[in-house]
């Protein structure tokens, strides 16, 4: 497992050429929204590691700015995306005294740090993290539908109703004000893993989703949803 660690590791560092970055110092000390607890403000680049699986879990992290994927690791290497993070999303909770997954950045991120102990303390936090976890737990359930029941075609069409306001068909009125175009911050083998699809299957139903029309391929990290209800009635709850 520690050598299939270090050779992800090493994969990111070629393709970013960049080192990762694996527990940053500090790039500005930050209060918290309540003034309770001071965090480490950490600025990341592109597909830095902030911790993995098995790391002393001494710390939790908010996500301020950028994207950020969980992930685990199967002893032969395959890879699970368990979870997608954006702006305000709170990780690195565990009830063990490790991480039980591996956080990464799918983009340049801004991400503050707090020591897990004065978290604990802090009751105003602490409720802070109870409704975030809330959330979490519903999204958690909607992935393990996803997982288990939909098909590679629902999966993405599911994934590009993430990128929708309210993750739901709009009115009249918002889709006239909706933004036509998704900047996807995760590359195809990443959109996979976190889907539980190959990346060849990915593609098959991304060309299949443009032969329909619903939407338009700009560029590889672009998307263009032409028809939002379209989209949703192929996620399969619709």
């Known amino acids: 497992m520690k050598q299939l660690v270090e050779e992800r590791q090493g994969e990111t560092a070629s393709r970013c050429g960049h080192t990762p970055v694996l527990h940053a ?10 003034g309770e607890i001071e965090g ?3 600025r990341f680049a592109q597909h830095s590691l ?7 879990a ?11 994927m969980l992930y685990k690791l199967l002893p032969d290497g395959r ?10 999303d709170i990780f690195g909770l565990s009830f063990k005294p490790v991480y039980d997954s591996s956080a990464e950045t799918l983009s340049p991120a801004l991400v503050t740090s707090y020591e897990r102990s004065a978290v604990e303390r802090s009751p105003h936090f602490l409720a802070r993290l109870n409704r975030c976890v809330q959330s979490q737990i519903c999204a958690l359930h909607e992935h393990a539908v996803l ?18 306001p ?14 036509a175009t998704v900047r996807l911050t995760m590359t195809r083998q990443e959109i996979a893993d976190y889907l539980g699809l190959t990346i060849e299957t990915v593609s098959r139903a991304f060309s299949e989703l443009r032969r329909r029309g619903v939407v338009s391929i700009e560029k590889q990290d672009e998307v263009k949803i032409n028809h939002v209800c379209g989209i949703c009635r192929l996620t399969g709850t619709h």
């Open 147 to 164: 997982l288990g029941r939909k098909s590679a075609l629902e999966r993405v069409a599911s994934f590009l109703m993430r990128f929708v």
């Open 25 to 34: 110092p500090p790039a500005l000390p930050v209060q918290d929204v309540d």
């Open 40 to 42: 480490q403000r950490v």
């Open 58 to 68: 001494d710390r939790i992290f908010q996500v301020v700015d950028g994207a950020v």
């Open 79 to 88: 890879r699970q995306v368990v979870e997608l993070l954006g702006p305000g």
């Open 50 to 56: 902030i911790f993995l699986e098995g790391d002393p």
């Open 166 to 179: 309210l993750h739901t068909c709009p009115t009249h009125q918002e889709r006239e004000q909706m933004l």
